[in-house]
């Protein structure tokens, strides 16, 4: 790989100052004069018919200045993309504790919440379904409203057909009939979600929100309110984390928010409590994943089938996409004869399910890596020589049918995590006889990801540049960055592009009205669609500027070179780039210019389960060290060695945090993160029930990234962030199962499971939901 | 209640009911919006603050025990001409920053950690910012920004060259 400039180089997060010095203004940090507090009522019961609501007794509440309910929007607030079955308010009925009814605005929080208790609610309950095995049972109670897709309580299916595995199976020395279990996982972002919406003296409305998409945002609210597009803007504020998980729970909340700002014309604030957050908003799918698995023996893989069965709760949100990409990852980044899949998402009303960073990946992944590896046990290798012998590689076909053309390092990444972590000691050290209650075991786990949105839809981005009076550059992009460090890959690459410092280029905050729809940021796919339309865009500024020195030194734009800052002719005059600017201001040419860039046109059918899912695909591996308690049933962490195969590094520091970041979220995943329902009722209210990883449970990660130059990328650049989270957590169950001898094939693995097989509280929790809402 | 502290160096005169917590009082009543709320139960360690050079949860301090106290928030890290303190500029170089929700308190844990042990080993550090919660980084960024600054200030002690001691590995 060619050095270059910029990229590469060590730089500092873009809006790092403003961070570190707690100027940083999120969502709740804006106090306006007049604003009013939100507060949302929301059933304490997981599946009811609404059968009275009158908000009104929340006006005589001292304070409270409006009320509003799903009949204060457009269509009684329906919404939702690729379903449209949520609501801004629940309409009818609630589907699972949480569901949003109604909302006042007050003049203070104290207020606001005496008026949602004010008002008159009346619940009809409903049976509940919890268990996912019996969603679609013929009796089952039907969740959804009768429009939505599929029969009864199923949200969607899906199926991968590629080759016939059953007559191979048959034939295999070795197979493998296992089913692995997920519980969901929380996004815990530390900044709960919120809105804040103003009034404008237009009609129109201002909208700050902590979303994850703005212009997703600015439609659903002109759809909702009635609003024309040009009067509705949406501006970005800071994000404290988002992982996914601020996508339909923003758009929920702004247009709540929204809505009570145009009905007291004043600038109105909701910002959720921790348990909201928690209750309220959706999480990762439990899933219950079913895998045959074979192999010759000498150790090839032949075949599989995998069947997964994924709790989308009361929304369908994004698992209807979710569930696809797991479908189309469940056999791993392996080479297979034959390969199917089939896939059924269903309603219950566990809460609601959708994207978290890695979108089914993880559960998919977590599941196929502990099937590989029984199979390499069953066969005596040794893991990593084993996934050596069967991984894919450049040219191989995957298991959805497709040839991966792209140079692929994921044998790469196994020998890295394999030397980087004395993988050969260690494992022989622990395969001898261990004796006491600390057993140390050591585990490996391999991925690939789908590169973008893939089959989930069309997949472009636009950068806009500008060349500002004062000589500085500014960059608008329709992408957002809730922290993964975009603004700063997108300043790099256009100082790369453009030959200046990176000092002179400025980023505009996401805001509807300034950038260009650019599609959602999600799928990890900021820095290579994103980054190659500021490539784009800085090419055509560029354009402009040969032009104008072609113009002043007397010769073709092509026979112009650059050094730096510098523009050289044939004859090696030189031009500041500030004097070509003035020269083509002068000339009078637009130094303003859009740069757009969508993946190439690739089709996957979802009716046969075959064709391409992706363009291209990250690759890694990684090892983790753990040392169990026998006695107390704890897992520690001892280390963690990652490579990851996504193409040349553009911001190496925020690279290495998204990789430790996606390490620390595996492990929590693996260990700790405990969310399930029981009858529909959460078992996690809060970061006490709910453990996230804290520094002391981090074990040192070793960070190590294969670059080379992917053709398709900007300076050769993949994606990071969402992959860095997959293999961790079955790295971590081999590793366990190394130390223990034992598999129990379910996340996670807390000391309840270790010690007694599994963990489900079964709590009453119905109290504790009421009060964590405000209505006790 | 009428309450006086020493709030980021300036003795601060204020009325607040007394139920008030120290967060409120900081970001609802003083402005000072750069301590975040994250639960407000005692749980994430997103409001912590510096009280007597101790760190603590504002979240969980009441205004009626603040009286005469010494209370430092992000906004008081920076020096009078507003530059940066050292592990200020330690989390920008070492980029331990990503949505920046839990920085301010995470340097304030760091500072309390220095002011009690001024020389601390990485586990000693890892130990010492487990009070609070980060989702992005996974703390090892935040550890390394720590321990360079450590390092940077032990050696202003021995008025050692500042260059030699930053680490680059991230």
Redesign the interface.
Known sequence: MTELKYIGKRSRPEDGLEKVTGKARYVGDYYLPEMLYAKVLRSPLPHARIVKLDASPALQVPGVLAVITAEDFINHSNFGWPVKDAYALAWKKVRYIGDPVAAVAAVSEESARAGIQAILIQYEALPVVSDIHHALDPDAPIIPDTDAPGTGNLTNSHLVRFGDPDPILENCDVVLEETYFFKHQEHAYLETEGALAIPEQDGGLTVYANDQSPFINRDNLVTLLGLPVEKVRVIQAYVGGSFGGKDDIGYQSSAQAGALALKTQRPVRLVLTRTESFLASYRREAMEIKIKLGASKDGELKAAKVNLLVDSGGYASMTPLCSWRASVHAAGAYRYQAVHVDTKSVYTNNGYSGAMRGFGNPQALGAIEQAVDELAYQLKRDPIDFRLQNCLTTGDVAMTGNTVNQTVNLAECLRMVQKRSDWDRKRSLYASNQTGNLRRGIGVACYFHGSSLGGEGADYATTTLKIEEDGLITLTSGLTDYGQGSRTVFMLIAAEELGIDIARIRIMRPDTQTGIESGPTVASRSTMVGGNATRVAAQRLNQVLYWAAAKAFHCQPNQIHRQGDLFYSPNEESLKFDEVTSLARQMGLSLYVQGKWQMPIFTWNFDTGTGVPYHCYTFGAQVAEVEVNLESGRTRMLGVWAAHDGGRIIFPQGASGQMYGGVAMGIGYALTEHFSYHQGYPQALNFHDYHIPRANDVPPIDCNFIQCDHVDGPFGALNLAEPMVISTAPAIANAIFQATGKRWRTFPLTPQVILKGSDNPDLDTSNACKKGLGLA | MKIEFILNGKPTKVEAPEGMNLLNLL??QL???????????G??G?CAILLDKRLVYSCLVPVSQLEGHQVI???G??TPDGR?SDL?ES??????????????SM?LAGEALLLRNPNPAREE???G???????????????NAIEEAALIRQAKLKNQPEKDMER?N?
Request: a negative charge.
């Open positions: 970001r609802e402005g000072l919006t750069g301590t975040k709320c994250g639960c407000d139960t749980d994430c997103v928030t992000i906004e890290m920076q940066l200020q989390f920008l170089r070492h980029g331990a920053v990503q949505c920046g929700y839990c920085i301010p340097i550090i890892r130990e910012i487990s009070s609070v919660l980060c989702r992005c980084t996974g703390y090892q960024q935040i550890i680059a991230d």
